[in-house]
């Protein structure tokens, strides 16, 4: 291909400015398998990101290639005016993998464009307008779903979010309250509380803020409440015990729907559940699916019920391209691969054994505030000191970022403040890989430590 040097200059030219490069020196990428990145110059890379937790299964898993080469020779795309086995055999494939009554599918082509209907549907069925987020999630980009986006970096200087209310994030590490035994994760805070079995006193103050936006924000009838199982861009983001089930509850009581993002938690990723609306014992009432659902293939869903999908037959509503014949074997392919493969299971031995290996390095290093997740969805926070827990300056964070990659291992990063680090692997990561990244990652620690003093 191109020189490196020229690519450079090719893209300082044509492509647009605001999609911004990783690294001081970008990463000219060539090939790609299973949990390996290669780059131009032949550099082996262990991808802890999987294109923005995208590649669920691989890089270029053999099953999803070759089915997807299979239907490349056959047939690409009609549209929805026609039928074609493939929808047809993925919509029942995928809406057996959730519990009822959720069993009626929308394909689309992005997670914005998932939240996006999702948010026109609540609207729709409820015939009311107002949606509650929670601060620091991220549901997409578009014009629409921005109003529901609240983190400072995505926000443009335009209208939007007009009838989206944000409410405060039952964050139990950086947030007013939280302690020992919050989360449903395998590592929990630093913080410590007197909290007896059962009860979670966190909890029940995130939920009083809850029924405050209700009674101060909105009107007394609501359309719905959208949250992330697991906050993605924010940083792996966990929740108390049973505080989306009362949220839920709460939403319902005011004639609101509840929707689940599962863009970066769906099909596996967090271990216990193939779903991580499951880890909270709810049943949401849409759930927006991407990313993951077609490991790096451009396509999403919204999963609903048959009584709130009939709100869009009031008048014409099309896709183009979602459901084509090929994101549909896609798709199909994908999901084989995760039962196949045993990747949920995976995910759950293999991200259990990760967080509590990332956790003796919190347990050594001061800087190393908190490591929070669920099975492969882990988040690692940097802070100045433990007792203050303020974020690690955003330029110290990038040299440790710098580090792992120059070691050979990819991390994301995310948070307000860009201080945590976003671990998010294909879910077919080994326990050698994981003993590989942490050994890693305990040497660019050390190495920061090293320049500090």
Request: charged share 20%; net charge positive; hydrophobic share 35%.
């Amino acid at each position: 291909s191109y020189s490196y040097e020229r690519i450079q200059k090719i893209r300082e030219q044509y492509i647009v400015p605001s999609l911004r490069m990783y690294y001081k020196k970008p990463l000219l990428l060539h090939q790609g398998h299973m949990q390996w990145l290669f780059d131009y110059e032949g550099r082996r890379y262990l991808d802890l990101f999987a294109g923005i937790v995208t590649v669920s299964v691989g890089h270029c898993h053999p099953k999803v290639t070759m089915a997807t080469q299979k239907q490349l020779a056959r047939l690409w795309h009609t549209t929805n005016i026609y039928m074609h086995p493939s929808i047809h055999e993925y919509a029942e494939k995928l809406t057996s993998l959730f519990p009822d009554p959720l069993k009626v599918v929308y394909l689309t082509n992005s997670g914005s464009e998932a939240n996006d209907l999702a948010m026109f549907m609540a609207r729709l069925h409820t015939r009311n307008f107002d949606i509650i987020s929670l601060r620091g999630a991220y549901h997409g980009g578009s014009p629409y779903t921005l109003g529901l986006t609240s983190l400072g970096p995505y926000k443009h200087g335009v209208a939007n979010g007009f009838g989206c209310t944000t409410t405060m994030l039952p964050d139990v590490f950086r947030g007013p309250w939280g302690g020992s035994h919050c989360r449903d994760s395998p590592v929990q805070t630093v913080r410590k509380c007197s909290c007896s079995e059962g009860v979670c006193h966190a909890k029940d103050h995130y939920i009083e803020q809850f029924k405050d936006t209700l009674n101060t924000s909105v009107p007394k009838t609501v359309a719905g409440f959208i949250a992330e199982p697991i906050q993605g861009v924010n940083g792996a983001v966990q929740y108390p015990r049973n505080f989306l089930k009362e949220a839920y509850r709460l939403v319902r009581e005011r004639g609101g729907v509840c929707i689940a993002d599962e863009v970066q938690t769906g099909f596996g990723r967090t271990g216990t559940h193939f779903w991580g609306f499951q880890t909270h014992g709810v049943v949401p009432d849409i759930v927006t699916l991407a990313k993951g659902i077609g490991n790096g293939f451009p396509m999403a869903a919204v999963v609903t019920t048959k009584e709130i999908a009939s709100s869009l037959d009031q008048n014409l509503h099309f896709n183009t391209f979602g459901g084509n014949p090929l994101a549909s074997v896609v798709g199909a392919a994908v999901l084989d691969a995760i039962k196949e493969d045993g990747l949920q299971k995976n995910s759950e031995d293999v991200g259990t054994y990760m967080l509590l290996e990332l956790a003796k390095l919190r347990d050594k290093f001061e800087i190393v505030g908190d490591v929070r997740g669920k099975g492969l969805m882990i988040g690692v926070e940097m802070v100045t000191d433990k007792d203050s827990r303020c974020p690690l300056p955003a330029e110290k964070v990038g040299q440790i970022w710098e580090d792992c990659k120059d070691m050979g291992v990819l991390i994301g990063r995310g948070g307000l403040y860009s201080q945590t680090f976003r671990i998010k692997p294909p879910m077919c990561i080994t326990k050698k890989d994981v003993d590989f990244a942490v050994e890693v990652f305990r040497t660019a620690l050390q190495r920061h430590m090293e320049r500090a003093a």
